[in-house]
């Protein structure tokens, strides 16, 4: 599934097209996935893996996961991960009373 990701970036943005192309990697095939990109990161010794993201609905990450969680769950190498885009209304509203709910349930029953 994270070929097919990286496929799409390749082929629809120009501006994944040049990253990647300057970094080195002339198609999809060459990225190699997140086994590569992992051991890339632990060859190279390197400090912090930063990757950016785009804001998707729980749902739709479960459908179709997210290369940086792939990443995270194949190193010990910290990953930042930048989100661009807007936080949803449930993402702003919803979560934040859910936990305050939550917390004040567990005050509660102590």
Known sequence: MYREQIARLFERSAFYRRKLSAAGFDSPAAVGGLERIAAVAEREQ???????????????????????????????????????????????????AGVAGLAALLLAVE
């Open 46 to 96: 390197v400090d912090e893996v930063m990757m950016g993201v785009g804001r998707h609905p729980a749902w739709l990450r479960w459908v179709n996961p997210s290369i940086a969680q792939g990443v995270m769950e194949r190193t010990d190498i910290p990953v930042t991960v930048l989100a661009r885009g807007r936080a949803g209304a449930f993402e702003r509203y919803a979560v934040p």
